[in-house]
Nanobody
Framework: QVRLAESGGGLVQAGGSLRLSCVDSGRVVRPYTTGWFRRAPGKEREFVAAINWSGTDTNYANSVRGRFSITRDTAKNTVALQMASLEPEDTAVYYC????????????????WGQGTQVTVSS
């Protein structure tokens, strides 16, 4: 069972930084890829970034590549999303998710989800 919970959201000015964390408090059945998605007001939930179980492979949406960094601390069952150079367009609810499908960005492949954390970037 995978149980995900996000933290670290908040209000930040454009150009600022935030660090989101996702902790898995469940019992890990098998290795999985952890992803971050976001949903902006009036838009569909979209892929942001993902990292495989070993932390050796990462994947980013074009809109965040070079500004966001995803890392995993396996010992702490935690995945972090470091966000820099934030823009008002990054305002959204950010969700942590998990999948056993390697290399995927498809929302439908992610079967486990956290409740989300709000990120608001002011201009």
């Amino acid at each position: 069972q995978v149980r995900l919970a996000e933290s670290g959201g908040g209000l930040v000015q454009a150009g600022g930084s935030l660090r989101l964390s996702c902790v898995d408090s469940g019992r890990v059945v098998r290795p999985y890829t952890t992803g971050w998605f976001r949903r902006a007001p009036g838009k569909e939930r979209e892929f942001v970034a993902a990292i495989n179980w070993s932390g050796t492979d990462t994947n980013y949406a074009n809109s965040v590549r070079g500004r966001f960094s995803i890392t995993r601390d396996t010992a702490k069952n935690t995945v972090a999303l470091q966000m820099a150079s934030l823009e008002p367009e990054d305002t959204a609810v950010y969700y942590c998710s998990a999948t056993t499908v390697d290399g995927t960005r498809r929302r439908g492949d992610f079967g486990y989800w956290g409740q989300g954390t709000q990120v608001t970037v002011s201009s």
